[in-house]
């Protein structure tokens, strides 16, 4: 992984989230090297994509819990067409649904080494990239 912060790295210029009360938990972990999401308080159930409620139970109280950053990936595709020009020096690129193993599923890139082909069912594991001094990004790579 490249970080970016580093003096002489290149800019990041491609879409960054939007950070607020309700999701720094989320970045801040990422920041840290950890994947973190809610989990209901009164129910148990881990929820992603963040929410004020729980999607099960909807009760409000909720905790952030550090997740094992382990799973499989669900699905996956390769993009051949650049969608947004952000993104054109990285076509081809992938996206695949994660199913990580405490339940929540969440979209991410596989980052793949030489000779390295991803393939739904294949256990992953989370691996971060910081792209700004404020933001991290999940990424997942194949789990050895």
Not at 8 to 33: C, T
Not at 95 to 105: F, H, K, T, W
Request: aromatic fraction near 10%.
């Amino acid at each position: 992984m490249v970080d970016v912060s580093q003096p002489g790295s290149p800019a990041y210029d491609k879409p960054l989230p939007v950070i607020s009360a309700a999701n720094a938990p989320f970045w801040d972990a990422a920041r840290a090297g950890r994947l973190s999401m809610q989990r209901c308080l009164s129910c148990g159930h881990v929820r992603y994509p963040i929410a004020p409620v729980c999607p099960r139970c909807l009760a409000d109280e909720h905790e952030w819990t550090t997740l094992s950053g382990r799973g499989s990936i669900f699905s996956y595709v390769v993009f051949h067409q650049v969608y947004n020009p952000a993104f054109r020096d990285d076509v081809p690129y992938n996206v695949a649904l994660i199913q990580l193993d405490e339940g929540p599923r969440m979209f991410s890139n596989i980052v793949t080494g030489d000779g390295e082909t991803p393939k739904v069912g294949d256990r992953v594991e989370v691996c971060f990239e910081p792209v700004t001094a404020e933001v991290t990004l999940p990424r997942f790579r194949l789990a050895e």
